[in-house]
């Protein structure tokens, strides 16, 4: 009896140590805690593991529970990935390395060694409701148009894509632009894929709709999606001798994901430097430098939180000054979209509202891109 009251005394005992050890370390731990993090909310080592507690059992809610548009997940894409490679698909904004290929891409080098949009494409594209790898750039479908896709990838499309649309271009590699017209007066829009268009139909993009406004010239898009500051200006120096004597207006789509000091032509003196003898060796007439900034320096108060992609963004303050003042010193004409973004929040009284004026985090809709070209229309 005597040996089991004492191994009975002696688990206790143990017990109690390691519960006040325990204890004791804790307390410890919160201490150390509450003075790192004296003046935030979250302070307290309790509370952080209540929340991370709450929040892991919120999300297995959210995810057992049907959204009312449904969005796909990583699972969704992994399923269907060797159907994909078989049609040639390729899925922009995404980790999927494998569905990169010849067939599927979009652009090629060109004998120069400048990124260029291929010729003849004929694409059918959409957007995909998808939030499983950046919330504000839902991945992109591209797939040759006619091209027979597998029935699981057709109710795939049919459960995710937003809309279909026509991406194609012409012999040269240029968008085509709508309507389709032959005059001898041209205007180039030249730039990466803001300029392109990506991601809005034939008949939406910037050269489009002011194509559409416009009877007397014609408006050439030489945007190719991906390109840096090198590859548009040499698409341009050699657009400008496909057209020389015929260049009526200039265009010039900067993206601030042109700003790479340390690059070549990575500042807005080198394009500017370059722009400017381009324009005087061919006489443009007007020139317009638009600056597109990405959402995050747009509404950052809306896009930038802990975590995302757009966070650590530089603001880049410094060089869309240094451009803006450089335009203007040239004679240029120069619009920033973000500013056209804040004036359409401003009218509508609402912080969300440029959000309508974009596809993802940089691309224009078809209503941002109208008033984009509204006020190109201007003086």
Known sequence: ????????????ASTAIAL???????????????VRAWDQSDGS??????AMVRERLATARVEREQPV????????????????????????????????????AVNQKSAAGCLRQKPNLDKMVTALRSNAFNPFE???FFVDAGKPLSPALQEFL????????????????ERVTLPATTRPRKVLIAGDSVANGLMVDDGETLASQLQGTDSERQYVNLGVAGADAPDILCAL??????????IDELIYIYCENDLQPGTPLGTPAAVMSELEALVRREKIGKVTVVYAPYIYNVMPALT?????????????????AALAALVEKAGFRHIDIGALALAENQRLGSDFSAFALYVDQVHMSPQGTALLAAQLRGP
């Open 69 to 104: 548009l449904p969005v796909a997940t990583v699972k969704d894409f992994e399923a269907l990935l060797p159907d994909m490679r078989a049609a040639a698909v390729g899925i922009g904004d995404s980790p999927f390395s494998e569905l990169i290929t010849d067939r599927a």
């Open 237 to 246: 120096k050699e657009a400008a001798q496909r057209y020389a004597g015929a």
């Open 304 to 320: 930038r939180f802990k975590g995302h992609r757009g966070y650590r963004r530089p603001y880049h303050s410094a060089e869309r």
């Open 1 to 12: 009896m005597n040996d089991d009251a004492d191994k009975k005394s002696g688990w206790l």
């Open 158 to 173: 049919k459960r995710y894509a937003v809309r279909a649309l026509h991406h194609r271009s012409n012999g040269f590699g």
């Open 20 to 34: 006040l050890t325990t204890v004791a370390a804790y307390l410890l731990c919160e201490g150390i805690v509450a």
């Open 138 to 140: 839902p991945p992109s």
């Open 45 to 50: 080592l309790g509370y952080r593991l209540y």
